[in-house]
């Protein structure tokens, strides 16, 4: 249908995601689709997360020191 492999399959997206931090696709298989919503949530929070410290540190980076309230 010329979607990627990840689109179609709902489980590939998570697998890919948290099979470096430990969890198999396997272990996300045998889950529960309540759990698997937690592991949905919690990627997403990760996310968010990440944004926002590259955003802080952008904006620290780019702040004049003197702007900076006295922070070095």
Known sequence: S???LIERDPLLDLAAFY?????????I???SLGDRAVLRVARAR???DAV???AAGI???YTPKEERNGEE
């Open 59 to 61: 904006g620290k980076a």
């Open 2 to 4: 010329g979607k990627k």
């Open 19 to 27: 099979a470096p931090r430990g969890i198999t696709p396997e272990d």
């Open 52 to 54: 926002n410290i590259v």
């Open 46 to 48: 990760y996310y968010e």
């Open 29 to 31: 298989r045998q889950m």
